[in-house]
């Protein structure tokens, strides 16, 4: 039998998710042995677009799409990857629900290039000149750039098998997942790769699972003031924390170093929409009304990882 | 055809909705533009749900629920409000007019404040014009 064969390509993203590839470490070579990796763009494998292209629609079995739609490159080729791809995966955050870098939608791209290109204080650029898609050099040689695009994430553009969160996805996770897609064994599609407990259900921190009441948060800290006291839940402490509402894939990990949850991971099945599901349950979390008026920035702060996948996705223009 | 709002009233079974359904019984009248959605406690609106009715077109989502001290599930007021406050800044920061969603206890009782906080949200929503984000059916 031959081996299953494996295409990746990186989008609007930061190597991240490839790294937590490469961090399988000892399981890589195993991974590596039972897969024929035709296409690894931009970081890993020596490939071209026009390989990817030249291949038969259907002929790869997976195909992990990490970073979120930014241009029209990367939108050209998630349309490639579904149509040579049998099972495409929204590998991290960034392709499932946008990412950090989708918060870039509170922002218009007229607004982005000119902060970028003319207003940042570092900036010479009397005459304004923008970056532009096309360029004639010499009258004959057209050299081309992909156009800028609001960030959108993997399904927004084409159908999607399976998402995987986790910026990046622990490897511990994309071990359990490579395993389970090797296997077959794999959930309904549509679906998430995830074990399905929030990140609290495996934070040892959680009074609830110390057979303890669960208290209320009766200031709203930043992450900055103080030192949290590490026995205790952070939200009780009242640094706020996502972690009721993000899979807990990851183990836990910033919880149990007194960082509180930020999302990463992604909803927990159920869940149409991440940041208001967290705004939801933080808020009952707090002693009383009041507080939330403490609550610096509540976009940035729920959004963070989501904002292309929420329901609004972006800033509303008026 | 003019522009009519459409209005969503997100409304607690045990206060709310009774106020609404004493309006009726008194015979005050009040828009219809406003379209009634029953649940069986504030506390049980997710943000999600107000989320979703304007992404669908609704020009404005109003919620009803117990006054403090009167609610059926005793705290679901006292959780509404908090997730009320919070996602109304998000909307505010997202470019949500934060007109366009209001949060009012009305009880059992107050049949003719139903009719009135009715009469007025309609009256703000008809000032503010329709929803930017309309793509809901347009029925």
């Known amino acids: ?318 | 055809m003019a522009w009519e709002p459409r209005i969503i009233v997100i409304a607690c079974q045990w206060c709310t909705y009774q106020g609404a359904d004493l309006a009726g019984s008194l015979r005050y009248s009040y828009p219809p533009t406003v379209h009634i959605i029953r649940v069986p406690c504030s506390g049980r609106v997710e943000p999600e749900f107000i989320a979703e009715a304007i992404k669908r077109g609704a020009d404005g989502v109003f919620i009803g629920g117990c006054h403090f001290g009167d609610c059926h599930y005793k705290e679901g007021n006292y959780k509404a409000i908090r997730r009320f406050k919070l996602f109304k800044r998000l909307a505010t920061d997202l470019g949500v007019e934060p007109e366009r969603i209001q949060l009012e206890w009305i009880s059992g009782s107050e049949g003719k404040r139903f009719a009135e906080a009715m009469t007025e949200f309609d009256a703000k929503i008809r000032q503010l014009g329709p929803n930017p984000l309309k793509e809901g059916a347009n029925v």
């Not at chain 1, 149509?83 to 870098?101: P, S």
């Open chain 1, 1 to 318: 039998m031959s081996k299953p064969k494996l295409a990746y390509y990186l989008a609007g993203g930061c190597g991240g998710c490839d790294m937590s590839i490469v961090d399988l470490s000892e399981a890589l070579v195993d991974v590596a042995m039972a897969l024929d990796i035709v296409f690894w763009a931009p970081t890993v494998a020596d490939a071209k677009y026009k390989d990817l292209e030249a291949m038969p629609s259907g002929s790869i079995d997976v195909g992990l799409f990490s970073g979120n739609v930014r241009n029209s490159e990367h939108e050209h080729i998630a349309k490639v990857m579904r149509d040579k791809c049998k099972v495409l995966i929204a590998f991290g955050i960034c392709a499932a629900l946008g990412g950090i870098k989708s918060l870039v939608n509170l922002h218009t791209t007229e607004e982005l290039m000119e902060t970028a290109y003319i207003y940042t204080y570092s900036t010479d650029n009397p005459e304004k000149i923008l970056p532009q898609t096309s360029y004639v050099v010499d009258s004959k040689y057209e050299l081309t750039l992909p156009k800028l695009m609001d960030a959108r994430t993997l399904d927004q553009v084409v159908k999607v098998d399976y998402y995987i969160g986790g910026c990046p996805p622990h490897h511990e996770h994309v071990a359990k997942a490579v395993t389970a897609l090797l296997s077959g064994q794999l959930p309904p599609a549509g679906s998430w790769i995830t074990m399905g407990k929030a990140v609290c259900e495996v934070c040892d921190k959680n009074p609830v699972l110390k057979g303890q009441p669960k208290e209320f948060a009766k200031t709203v800290k930043r992450v900055y003031e103080g030192v949290p006291d590490s026995e205790k839940c952070l939200m009780e402490q009242g640094y706020l924390c996502l972690g009721p509402v993000t899979q807990g894939d990851c183990g836990s990990k910033c919880p149990s170093v007194d960082i509180p949850c930020r999302g990463c991971g992604g909803p927990i099945p159920g869940v149409k929409d991440f940041g208001l599901r967290a705004v939801s349950a933080v808020a009952s979390m707090l002693e009383n009304e009041e507080l939330v008026d403490q609550i610096p920035d509540p976009v940035h702060l729920f959004y963070r990882y989501t904002l292309a996948g929420s329901f609004l996705g972006k800033r509303i223009k008026r």
